[in-house]
């Protein structure tokens, strides 16, 4: 993040999200989870705790420049195929 404080806002977040996963963890509840969480699995906070549902990644931001980055993602505990396609 681009600042303390949006770490901050995005460890809230993490922590929310974590805390979701684990409820449908515990109750045995499959689940997708889709969005842009602002952050990559570059990020340490993020990789920690979310990089074993994601079953892989895609450049979505900045696609086809050295600056692309997979910031939207898929999370999921089932078996799903990720495939990208032309907007």
Not at 17 to 41: H, Q
Not at 62 to 80: F, K, R
Request: aromatic share 14%; charged share 20%; with cysteine.
């Amino acid at each position: 993040p681009a600042s303390k404080k949006a770490l901050e806002e995005n460890l809230v977040f993490f922590n929310q999200l974590s805390e979701l996963i684990a409820e449908y963890e515990a109750n045995k509840t499959n689940f997708i989870i889709v969005g842009d969480f602002n952050s990559t699995c570059y990020s340490a906070y993020f990789r920690e705790r979310f990089c074993t549902y994601i079953p892989k990644s895609i450049y979505s931001w900045n696609i086809g420049t050295p600056l692309a980055l997979p910031l939207d993602h898929v999370i999921t505990n089932m078996n799903v195929d990720i495939e990208r396609t032309k907007n």
